[in-house]
Nanobody
Framework: VQLQASGGGLVQAGGSLRLSCAAS????????MGWFRQTPGKDRDFVAA????????YYADSVKGRFTISRSTAENAVYLQMNSLKPEDTADYYC????????????????WGQGTLVTVSS
């Protein structure tokens, strides 16, 4: 499976963006799709995840209530709706797949797509 993230850009604090992650190839119901973000010199941090089969969602505390992850089995895609953006949300955002179930660490995910840059100005 190849994953391609898109939808990043420059937005003012308080604004919104919607990221998309298009998958080529089959995603199985046992897989978990995740969004991570990374700033220069730091590890990739967990943002949100969704179970492909059930649609159950999970969030980092820092984005809970502001971000919403969803998936479309028909479109073979994952989305991240980001509202009330803050300057500290500025990062490269990546989507990835976990074969081994839900995890909050990037080491459990593979098929990393190219990131999409989100910049939030104050």
């Amino acid at each position: 499976v190849q994953l391609q993230a898109s939808g990043g850009g420059l937005v003012q604090a308080g604004g919104s963006l919607r990221l998309s992650c298009a998958a080529s190839g089959r995603i199985f119901s046992s897989h978990v799709m995740g969004w991570f973000r990374q700033t220069p010199g730091k590890d990739r941090d967990f943002v949100a995840a969704v179970r492909w089969g059930s649609g159950n969602t999970y969030y980092a505390d820092s984005v809970k209530g502001r971000f919403t992850i969803s998936r479309s089995t028909a479109e073979n895609a994952v989305y991240l709706q980001m509202n009330s953006l803050k300057p500290e949300d500025t990062a490269d955002y990546y989507c990835a797949r976990s074969w081994s179930g839900l995890s909050y660490t990037h080491a459990a995910y593979d098929n990393w797509g190219q990131g999409t840059l989100v910049t939030v100005s104050s």
